[in-house]
């Protein structure tokens, strides 16, 4: 069974940073592509980026309001996925949550239960 | 701002049948895998249909969803209680080389 842990979310300032883990269990991490999306309160769904492991190229791939300031990554020795989140701004008030994408890029197949991170003065 | 449009909010009695759409166009369901999410308060989304027309383990056969251009549909028959949720299409756009996700569609059993 596939299991996806985050943590990292807090209370943090404007222009801030903050950087969010997910622990990988279940599958094999070297293969994996991971996504993080993010649910502003009361708001819908929004993707923040991707990864595609090295062994598939290597690729990240970002939304137009976080490109530049998130930076994702992994560290396959110990199953871990991360996003740094710098020059935080207000808008970035959001759960975050991690996603495998299995069997296609459209498909997001399992879901960690999410961290909260609140940029606020 | 999402890309892919849905109803905000459909509705009906115990046992009916209810119907969500998404409206997308060429560079995202046109050409794309369509999957769709479900989402209870506080909770995490959850798999619903992915390829268009499959169904993880463990989602009933009351579930079923089909593409057509660029929309794409998710039934829900012999609606329950359960169902109430928030439901969400996504897929990824070959032309933002983004994944982009509906607006939601909140479901309500009267």
């Known amino acids: 069974e596939v299991q996806l842990v985050e943590s990292g979310g807090a209370l943090v300032k404007p222009g801030g940073s903050l950087r969010l883990s997910c622990e990988v269990l279940g599958l094999s991490f070297s293969d994996a592509w991971m996504t993080w999306v993010r649910q502003a309160p009361g708001e819908g769904l929004e993707w923040v980026g991707r990864?595609?492991?090295?062994?598939?190229?290597?690729?990240?791939d970002y939304a137009a309001p976080v490109k530049g300031r998130f930076t994702i990554s992994r560290d396959y020795s110990r199953n871990m996925f991360y996003l740094q989140m710098n020059s935080l701004k207000i808008e970035d008030t959001a759960v975050y949550f991690c996603s495998w994408i299995d069997k296609t890029p459209s498909n997001l197949a399992s879901w960690g239960p999410g961290t909260q991170v609140t940029v606020s003065s | 701002q999402s890309v892919l449009t849905q109803p905000p909010s459909v509705s009906a009695a115990p046992g009916q049948r209810v119907t969500i759409s998404c409206s997308g166009s060429?560079?995202?369901?046109?050409?794309?895998?369509v999957s769709w999410y479900h989402q209870l308060p506080g909770t995490a989304p959850k798999l619903l249909m992915y390829e268009n027309t499959k169904r993880p383990s463990g989602i009933p056969d009351r579930f079923s969803g089909s593409k057509s251009g660029t929309s794409a549909t998710l039934g829900i028959t012999g609606l329950q209680t359960g169902d109430e949720a928030d439901y969400y299409c996504?897929?990824?756009?070959?032309?933002?080389?983004?994944?982009?996700f509906g607006t939601g569609t909140k479901v309500a059993v009267l």
């Open positions: 060429s560079s995202n369901i046109g050409n794309n895998y």
């Open positions: 996504g897929t990824w756009d070959s032309t933002l080389s983004v994944y982009v």
């Open positions: 990864s595609i492991p090295e062994r598939g190229g290597g690729a990240t």
